[in-house]
């Protein structure tokens, strides 16, 4: 364990907890059917995070995931094609569900590691009709971007994706699970960074700290459709006012709380330059993730690091071959970063 006898998880922002005013404000909760559209506390969750990311309407799910799947299911219909970067979520981290529920064939293109995909082709890759061809309905984008260093997508480069789209007949959707780390990152208005998709989820349960939840946003048509596919899938929740009340709070009073954790990440990523044996790029720090790797005389050391820091109670992930990934969040402390740094200067 580290000094101060305490895990300090650095794996991933889904491990954050509720604060303790959370767990007050829960108390109070008013609760109904969510299934017949009922409960209060939920209706004013879809609203506000309605307004807040400049859709008429939105929907709470479980999870990320499941968001995910019942926007591109509404989108695309069975032999569909739908185009998205070779290292999104929904294509690697998602179980294959849009192939496995939806029959929809997924055309995979490189991400760039600002998290973008080359604009000519996104636009060479959509099908022309032919017999041959699965119809191309959507473009499915990311940001943050988890696996390109949480790097944040411009609303100019999300206008001319939209344009393509609209161009060819196609829908744009943005798996937005950490799109108030984009708004921070750039300081700007999320909804200019939403208002040039067709729809997009965010989660709850990552930087904003509630337990559970995500939200998908879209016209009302749109949301009207997910939320037949929401109860096909077995997410149709009946008092969900108790997790949506974590969802109000959040959105009421966590949103500050990210720009502490891209400091907190600034300055674990400048400490890891400093390291010897470590190399990282600290001008690829772009919101809460931080990524390294460790340099040709160390990187045999890797398995041996890592259980090192994770029996000094430091837990984080290799993501692939020498390749490590950190995540700052809710319940992570600069005093958690200086001993983070201490540890692995120490071992390595």
């Known amino acids: 364990m580290n000094i101060n006898n305490q895990i300090i998880d650095l794996r991933s922002d889904t491990v954050t907890l509720p604060t303790v005013d959370m767990l007050k404000a829960i108390k109070s909760v008013t609760l109904g059917d969510d299934v017949f559209s009922e409960d209060p506390t939920v209706n004013s969750l879809q609203e506000k995070a309605a307004i807040i990311m400049g859709k008429e309407d939105a929907l709470l799910v479980p999870s990320g995931t499941m968001g995910n799947l019942v926007s591109i299911l509404v989108h695309c219909n069975r032999g569909d094609e739908v185009i998205l970067g070779d290292q999104a979520h929904t294509f690697l981290y998602e179980a294959g569900g849009i192939s496995a529920f939806g029959g929809i064939h997924s055309r995979q293109l490189k991400n760039n590691d600002d998290g973008t995909i080359d604009l000519d082709q996104i636009e060479a890759s959509i099908r022309e009709e032919n017999v041959h061809f699965p119809p191309t309905t959507l473009i499915s984008l990311e940001n943050t971007h988890n696996r390109c260093f949480g790097a944040a997508l411009k609303p100019d480069y999300m206008l001319k994706v939209q344009e393509i789209a609209k161009k060819n007949n196609c829908k744009v959707h943005l798996d937005g699970a950490r799109i108030f780390n984009a708004s921070v990152s750039l300081d700007l208005d999320v909804k200019d960074l939403t208002k040039n998709v067709d729809s997009l989820t965010f989660c709850l349960s990552k930087g904003l700290s509630s337990p559970v939840g995500s939200i998908i946003c879209g016209s009302s048509e749109f949301i009207k459709k997910a939320r037949h596919i929401r109860k096909a899938l077995g997410g149709g929740m009946r008092q969900a006012g108790i997790i949506a009340k974590f969802g109000e ?49 160390k990187s045999s050391y890797s398995r041996q690091m890592i259980k090192s820091m994770n029996d000094k109670g430091i837990l984080f992930f290799e993501v692939s071959p020498n390749r490590y990934r950190l995540v700052t969040h809710y319940g992570i402390e600069s005093s958690h970063i200086k001993i983070v740094l201490d540890t692995i200067s120490e071992i390595l």
Do not use: P, T, W
Not at 250 to 267: E, G, P, T, V, Y
């Open 249 to 297: 709070f959040s959105l009421d009073h966590m949103i500050s709380q990210i720009r502490k954790d891209h400091k907190n990440a600034l300055i674990l990523g400048q400490g890891l330059f400093k390291i010897k044996g470590i190399d990282i790029d600290i001008e690829k720090i772009h919101s809460n993730i931080v990524y390294f790797k460790l340099n040709e005389n």
